[in-house]
């Protein structure tokens, strides 16, 4: 693990698990997320971490259902997905389905400019993974059609 460094980034999305320790050690294998920091909880839990992928930061704890904070995995739904840059969205779709991830969307070419694809994680959060960076459309231009 290389010296942490602050991040420049200025929101950090938090994710829950039932298995946190797991999931960080795949995120990491799969994902290519880099751990700074593990707080263990009690019984093999986790009270917190931090995640880097580039100047991301993703937190990832055990769930805590007393609060409401529940794995999608036993859920009929969930109500997000992570948007992550990668430079070559093709190798990263390859890694991530050969380490079991599920593949919702595959890799393609947006009809916004971009290339990415979509997946779930090994407990059912959605994760989409592209080389879009947010900005394109920000002076006002309509953003195309995609192509029927």
């Known amino acids: ?17 039932d298995d946190a320790p797991a999931a960080i050690e795949w995120l990491c294998a799969v994902f290519g997320f880099e751990k700074r920091l ?53 190798a990263h779709c390859e890694r991530a389905l050969a380490a079991g991830a599920t593949l919702m969307q595959p890799v393609q070419d947006e009809h916004f400019g971009a290339r990415g694809y979509m997946l779930k994680d090994i407990e059912g959060h959605h994760w989409y993974f592209g080389n879009y960076r947010p900005g394109a459309y920000w002076d006002g231009a309509e953003c195309p059609e995609p192509d029927s």
Request: without cysteine; negative net charge; hydrophobic residues 35%.
């Open 38 to 90: 593990v707080v263990p909880g009690p019984d093999g839990t986790v009270m917190h971490s931090e995640l880097t992928l580039g100047p991301g930061v993703i937190m990832v704890s055990s769930t805590r259902p007393a609060i409401g904070r529940l794995s999608p995995q036993g859920l009929a739904g969930v109500n997000q997905v992570l948007s992550v840059h990668v430079d070559d969205p093709d």
């Open 1 to 17: 693990m290389s010296d942490p460094e602050p991040t420049t980034a200025t929101i950090y999305p938090s994710l829950s698990y």
